[in-house]
């Protein structure tokens, strides 16, 4: 390819198909809403079933959008997944591996089924889901999967150790897929957002002390807007980021430079 074939249809996703777990509410609804807008049919995975607001904003797009219910932590709903987004759309271009949950504890106090119900979303979820989707994109010699890391892909964080030692999770197994897949011509990276304003971090920004003390830390001075995600999930879903390969982006204001 010659540097006069650059155009900015590399990052346009029309034709595509990408399934967004967690994709209704928050930074997953956010991505699909991206993934929309730049061209691409979505499958979204959901576990609650308030779908209205999702499905007219994608809709005023002009693209499809299909809502699929399932619970992740069951291993038999994975495959139902793929093989239901076949079934509508014939292909799967992008996974986007949204879906995840937090919970609070200090470690001395930390119960082994919240270790289990974090570490089943979070990490096994992403694991098996990315595995049976590459086993699509590989007979397509093509594909995208973006995974949702975290700072705590990075770092070690206070009363989350399962959600700390998920994120670094998901940051090898980005890795990992990366090595084995990059010559079926799937790239794998992810995403690390950093403190964003969604209702999950209602509480930590309530709490004045500890909203002061993170935005003290932020170059950028500010808690991130999902919107401030949905330019990167674009990018790395395109062909402008077919040379990407194994990478975790950080999206942080600056958060890991200070």
Request: a negative charge.
């Amino acid at each position: 390819m010659s540097l006069r074939d650059f155009s900015l249809d590399f990052f346009s996703l029309t034709g595509k198909v990408a399934i967004v777990t967690g994709g209704n509410t928050g930074l997953g609804q956010g991505y699909a809403i991206a993934l929309a807008k730049a061209g691409a049919d979505l499958f979204v995975v959901s576990h609650n079933t308030d779908w209205d607001e999702t499905r007219a904003i994608i809709e005023e797009t002009g693209r499809t959008v299909h809502f699929h219910q399932a619970d992740l932590t069951v291993r038999e709903n994975i495959k139902n997944i793929v093989d239901e987004c076949l079934n509508v759309y014939g292909k799967i271009d992008i996974l986007v591996n949204n879906a995840g949950t937090i919970r609070r504890t200090p470690l001395l106090d930390y119960k082994q089924e919240d270790w289990d119900a974090v570490m089943d979303i979070n990490l096994n979820a992403v694991y098996f889901l990315s595995q049976e989707v590459a086993r699509v994109m590989a007979k397509q010699e093509s594909g995208k999967i973006i995974n949702i890391g975290s700072m705590l892909s990075f770092q070690g964080g206070k009363f989350i150790p399962p959600y700390t030692a998920s994120k670094h999770g998901v940051a090898g197994l980005t890795k990992a897929f990366a090595n084995e897949l990059g010559h079926y011509n799937i790239q794998i990276n992810a995403i690390a957002p950093g403190y964003i304003a969604t209702a999950n971090t209602a509480p930590i920004r309530a709490d004045e002390n500890r909203n002061a003390e993170i935005l003290s830390r932020i170059p950028a001075g500010r808690w991130a807007d999902p919107s401030d995600l949905m330019g990167v999930v674009v990018f790395l879903s395109s062909k402008a980021s077919d040379y990407m390969n194994g990478h975790i982006l950080a999206v942080d204001g600056g958060w890991l430079a200070r």
